[in-house]
């Protein structure tokens, strides 16, 4: 797993008046959305799938009056469109840069409960607190979906012999694999449980005694 620490959340803009996402529904609320495109890709389909845990869609948003409406720019980005009143809400991942400084513009970010998250496990979503201290803008923590995490995968059948030339290669050569900029791939995070990189599948029988051999897991 590629460590990477995230949440996907919903931030409002306090002229909405809305609190959670209750509010949303009840109110028939005609948000106007900005979310990451294209629309196929896993931020509106994990976005969706939020709201119908609710008993809404991002369609029934649009039949309210709303809008949804999908841009490339990441939601720093958009942050902009908030201030200038051309959205009320922006649902997306990437927290480090864009909830700390939408805090700070006063955007409030909607928790989802546990009914919800009960609805959204099933589908493999996990639950991820999103943390003051991490963020000292907000008022309070509050709980998401966790977004964390790159899974590198193969299918079981794998021989043994190519899952271990492909985890001999990435030690031999992390040192020029760069990770968000950070420095070398750190494969000491990338074969443990942890919060930047959950690990919900096993490891490849191999690639576990890859690890365990060369000292990456206990």
């Known amino acids: 797993m590629l460590p990477s620490f995230d949440q996907i959340v919903l931030g409002v803009t306090e002229r909405t008046g809305l609190t ?7 109110q028939k609320y005609p948000l106007r959305v900005s979310l990451r495109g294209p ?3 896993s931020v509106p389909l994990v976005a969706n799938e939020i709201c119908k845990a609710y008993g809404f869609t991002l369609d029934d948003i649009v039949s309210w009056g709303g809008e949804v409406s999908y841009f490339r720019r990441l939601p720093g ?12 809400a922006i649902f997306d991942e990437a927290v480090r840069h864009w909830v700390g400084p939408g805090a700070a513009m006063g955007m409030r970010f909607l928790p989802i409960g546990d009914d919800a998250i ?4 099933p589908l493999g979503l996990r639950r991820g607190p999103v943390l003051r201290s991490d963020f000292p ?19 079981a059948n794998v021989p043994d012999d190519q899952v271990t030339a492909i985890c ?24 443990i ?26």
């Not at 449980?193 to 206990?218: S, T």
């Open 193 to 218: 449980d942890n919060r930047e990189g959950p690990i919900d599948v096993p490891l490849h029988p191999a690639a576990e005694a890859f690890w365990r051999a060369e000292g990456y897991l206990n």
């Open 168 to 191: 001999a290669a990435l030690v031999a050569r992390k040192a020029n694999i760069p990770w968000e900029g950070t420095g070398p791939l750190p494969l000491e995070r990338m074969c």
């Open 137 to 155: 803008n907000l008022p309070a923590d509050f709980q998401s979906v966790d977004f964390s995490g790159f899974p590198i995968f193969t299918n």
């Open 118 to 121: 009960a609805r959204l496990e």
């Open 77 to 88: 980005a958009r942050l902009p469109d908030i201030e200038k009143d051309e959205a009320d």
């Open 20 to 26: 959670s996402f209750d509010d949303i529904r009840k």
């Open 39 to 41: 629309e196929g890709n």
